[in-house]
C-alpha cells in the first residue's frame, strides 16, 4: 500500500482549512504535516488539529524553505497577491503546489510562475474547484461526445447575490484591491471563465472585449437621507435591503461568518455582534453606497475564438439570489441549465420528431448534494494526490498551463474595460 502524501499547509486560512481538513477524513490518502501563517492562532490551531510538532510550525515561507525539505507538497492557501511570492520559493525548494485561484493577479505575475514551474520542474495545480463539480463534469462529457456538434456559442453567466455582494465584493476584503489585489472578475469570475476555456479547449481565444462599471453601489444610489453607517447615524435603515443590521445579525446565515471569521472573536453573542457593527471603523458597519468602491458591481466579456466561436460572459452583483447559468449552442443541438438547480438539458436538433428536438436532462443532485461547489473542493485534492503519486489525474486536472487561458481572459477583459470596451487581441497579453 502506498504510504500517505504529506503535505504543509501555506495560509491557514478559511479555504486551506476545508482542504486540510480532507486528512482527516482521508488518512490514507495525505497527512499535514506542516504549517505556515503569519497568524499565530491560526498556527496553534492547527498545530493542535493535525498535531504538527513545533519545529514544524512556521510564520513566514522564508523560515519553510530554510530548513531542509520535509514533506511532499503544500497547500497554499494565502490571499491572491500573495500567491506568486510564496509559491516560488516553494517551487524552488522542491515543493510540488496546489495553489488557491487566482494564481496571479496579473500577466506579468502569472509569466512569473509559469516560467518558475517550468524551470524548476515542478507541479502546479491550481484550485479551480468548479471544474470538479459533477455539473460542469457531466456537461464537458456532453460536448466532447458531439452530440450538439461544433460549439457556436458558450454563453454563461453569473449572479451575485445582494448579500454575498455586500459582504464580501462592497464591504469585504475582495471590494479592495489592496487586499485581494485585483478587481471582482478575478477574484470571482476567474472560475467562470476558466469554465469557459475549459469547455472550449482546443479551441484558444482570439480577441476579448468587456465593458462594466458600478452601477449601483456609489453615493447617488443611496436612499434619500441615508447616514453613513447603518447602526450608527442612519434613519433608514430598517428599509434598507443593505442594511447591516438586517443582513449580518437578524439573517446570520447569509454569508455573516465573513465578517465574525475576520473580527476575531469566534462564535460573537447579539450584544457583540451590535457593537462590532456600531464601531465605525468596522468595514461591515458602513453603508453599501458610502464605500468607495474601487471594483466594478457588473461586467460582461465578449471573447471570439479562434475558429469564430464565441463566448459572452456577464457578472451581476446585487442579485435576488446567487446562481450561475450556462447556455451552449451548438451546430446540432444545445446544453442548457443552472448550476444551483443541479440539473441541465441536453436538446438534440431532431427534424423527424414532433417538437423538433429531442430533449433530456441530466440530473446531477445525487452528486453534488447542494454542495456550494458541487463538492469540487473535496475532489481537487484528491486529484492533487493522484497526480503526485504518479497516477492518471481526472480529466478535469488544472494544470498551471492550462489554467493560464481563462486567467488572460481576465486580464485582456480588464485591460479592455479599462480602455472603455476595447478590442485587444488574445496574444497581445503576454507581451503585456
Ligand atoms: N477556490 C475557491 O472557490 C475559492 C473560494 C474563496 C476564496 N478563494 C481564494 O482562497 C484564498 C484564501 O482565501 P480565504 O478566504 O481562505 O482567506 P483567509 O484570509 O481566511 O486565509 C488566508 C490565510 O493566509 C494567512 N497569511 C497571510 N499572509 C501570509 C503569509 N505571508 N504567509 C503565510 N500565511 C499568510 C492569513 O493569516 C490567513 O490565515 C484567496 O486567494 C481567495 O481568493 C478560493
Redesign the pocket.
Known amino acids: 500500500m502506498m504510504r500517505p502524501i504529506e503535505v504543509i499547509v501555506?495560509?491557514?486560512?478559511?479555504?486551506?482549512?476545508i482542504y486540510a481538513k480532507e486528512s482527516l477524513t482521508h488518512p490514507d490518502m495525505f497527512c499535514v504535516v506542516g504549517v505556515?501563517?503569519?497568524?499565530m492562532d491560526?498556527v496553534r490551531a492547527a498545530k493542535k488539529l493535525f498535531q504538527i510538532p513545533d519545529h514544524h510550525c512556521f510564520?513566514?515561507?522564508e523560515e519553510l524553505v530554510s530548513v531542509p525539505k520535509f514533506a511532499d507538497a503544500v497547500i497554499n492557501?494565502?490571499?491572491?497577491p500573495?500567491?506568486v511570492e510564496?509559491t516560488v520559493p516553494l517551487l524552488e525548494h522542491g515543493y510540488d503546489v496546489l495553489l488557491?485561484?487566482?494564481f496571479a493577479v496579473n500577466q506579468s505575475e502569472a509569466d512569473t510562475l509559469l516560467q518558475c514551474a517550468n524551470e524548476t520542474g515542478r507541479i502546479v495545480m491550481v484550485?479551480?474547484?468548479?471544474r470538479y463539480a459533477p455539473f460542469y463534469r457531466e456537461i464537458q462529457k456532453v460536448l466532447r461526445s458531439g452530440v450538439i456538434g461544433k460549439v457556436i456559442n458558450i454563453q454563461m453567466n453569473e449572479q451575485v447575490s445582494y448579500f454575498h455582494e455586500s459582504v464580501s465584493y462592497v464591504r469585504g476584503?475582495?471590494a479592495s484591491p489592496e487586499i485581494?489585489g485585483s478587481g471582482m472578475l478575478l477574484?470571482k469570475c476567474s472560475?467562470d471563465l476558466d469554465i469557459i476555456a475549459w469547455l472550449m479547449s482546443g479551441n484558444l481565444p482570439a480577441s476579448v472585449s468587456s465593458v462594466g462599471s458600478v452601477i449601483q453601489f456609489h453615493p447617488g444610489m443611496a436612499p434619500e437621507g441615508a447616514g453613513t453607517h447603518c447602526m450608527v447615524d442612519c434613519p433608514v435603515e430598517s428599509d434598507c435591503i443593505y442594511s447591516a443590521k438586517r443582513l449580518y445579525i437578524e439573517n446570520p446565515q447569509r454569508w455573516a461568518n465573513n465578517i465574525w471569521?475576520?473580527s476575531g472573536i469566534e462564535d460573537p453573542t447579539k450584544e457583540e455582534k451590535e457593537k462590532l457593527l456600531s464601531d465605525v471603523g468596522n468595514p461591515f458597519s458602513r453603508c453599501v453606497y458610502r464605500c468607495n468602491l474601487k471594483i466594478v458591481d457588473h461586467q460582461s466579456v465578449l471573447i471570439q475564438f479562434a475558429d469564430g466561436a464565441t463566448g459572452t460572459f456577464s457578472m451581476n452583483g446585487g442579485a435576488s439570489a446567487s446562481g450561475r447559468n450556462i447556455h451552449i449552442t451548438g451546430t446540432k443541438g444545445e446544453i442548457i441549465g443552472t448550476f444551483e438547480e443541479e440539473c441541465f438539458t441536453v436538446h438534440e436538433i431532431a427534424p423527424d420528431s414532433p417538437g423538433g428536438r429531442i430533449s433530456r436532462t441530466v440530473d446531477v443532485s445525487e452528486a453534488q448534494k447542494g454542495n456550494a461547489?458541487g463538492n469540487?473542493?473535496q475532489a481537487i485534492v484528491q486529484d492533487f494526490i493522484a497526480v503526485l503519486r504518479g497516477e492518471q489525474p481526472s480529466p478535469c486536472c488544472t494544470t498551471l498551463n492550462d489554467s493560464m487561458v481563462g486567467h488572460k481572459i481576465v486580464f485582456l477583459a480588464e485591460a479592455s474595460r479599462e480602455s472603455g470596451g476595447k478590442l485587444l487581441k488574445y496574444e497581445a497579453c503576454r507581451e503585456k
Open positions: 501555506v495560509g491557514m486560512g478559511a479555504r486551506a482549512m505556515v501563517d503569519v497568524n491560526r510564520h513566514s515561507v492557501g494565502t490571499m491572491d500573495l500567491h510564496t488557491e485561484k487566482p484550485c479551480h474547484v468548479l476584503k475582495y485581494c477574484s472560475h471569521h475576520d461547489h469540487g473542493d
